[in-house]
């Protein structure tokens, strides 16, 4: 036999590779997903965690807060946990309270003489942090069903006057030890989480020192208004 019919004769020989195993695609889609959400949930959080860090670890020497910070925060209860009520008896949920910076005021319906100082003090504290107020919303929790007198009704506009009861209340806030949960103003961040608590009989020029500090630090983190 030729050379040539042996070669005709000859079997051809194909070399075959193995093609990528489809049962691998999805998880690698869903791994390739998730790296992406894990990439945009820290791009949106840097700012908070950068803020947190600025306030909280990164002090500039000789700086003193003036409230005393709340370590760890403590996260607005849950409906059940804490049920809101409006003045006009309507349910309010407690997440409706979030977005905003709030300064918290507590005492019953009666309000004394230092309830009024305290809701007084909102109010123009409010106000000296000039193009900022909107991003503070004043907020007086009231821990019984006294009514409110009508002559506090027109310096409590715009402001959230909700009742709850002083058991359910105890659960997020506290005060200082010795004084009364009527002694302090509280401050909680947009997040709903308290994080500061204002001395008794405090010093106007000092709180507004730290709720300056505070805005300044965050600016991106909360927007003006509802």
Known sequence: MSQSDTAQAAPIQLSVHSLPKAANEPQQRTRSGRLKMLLVWAVCAAPVVASYLTYYVIKPQGRVNYGSLITPPKPLPADADMPLVDLEGRSVKAASLKGQWLLVAVSGGACDRQCERQLYLQRQLRETLGKDKD???RVWLVPDQVPVRSGLLEGLKNAWVLRTSEADLQRWLAPEGGQS?????????PRG???????????PSRVKKDLARLMKANESWDDPGR
């Not at 949960?181 to 961040?189: E, G, N, Q, R």
């Not at 989480?193 to 010093?203: G, I, L, Q």
């Open 135 to 137: 991003r503070l919303d």
């Open 181 to 189: 949960m009527a002694s302090h103003l509280y401050l909680v961040d």
């Open 193 to 203: 989480e308290w994080m500061m608590r204002f001395p008794a009989d405090a010093d």
